[in-house]
Nanobody, 123 residues
């Protein structure tokens, strides 16, 4: 599956953005999807994941209560709604697909990665 993330941009602290990740291929619905981010000078880290059905999600502690991931399998798209953004959320955000039913936070278990989209949060 090929992935393309979009929706990044510049936003003030406290603002919101919604990232989208469009996938190609007819088997999108069987993939668990994940969001990761990489801030300047730091390693890429897990942000959120969603199971194939959309009924199970997982979030990293720094974003719990502020970020929500969802998916529309009919549109082959997964979303990351980011609210109450903080300067420390500034990073390149990536979406990824794992050919498995269960969600995972482990980057090594993701098979396909999209190009990142930059999110910059100003203070």
């Amino acid at each position: 599956v090929q992935l393309q993330a979009s929706g990044g941009g510049l936003v003030q602290a406290g603002g919101s953005l919604r990232l989208s990740c469009a996938a190609s291929g007819r088997t999108f619905s069987r993939y668990a999807m994940g969001w990761f981010r990489q801030a300047p000078g730091k390693e890429r880290e897990f942000v959120a994941a969603i199971a194939w059905s959309g009924s199970i999600t997982s979030y990293a502690d720094p974003v719990k209560g502020r970020f929500t991931t969802s998916r529309d399998n009919a549109k082959n798209t997964v979303y990351l709604q980011m609210n109450n953004l903080k300067p420390e959320d500034t990073a390149v955000y990536y979406c990824a697909a794992a050919d498995r039913w269960q969600i995972t936070r482990n980057q090594r278990q993701y098979d396909s990665w999209g190009r990142g989209t930059l999110v910059t949060v100003s203070s």
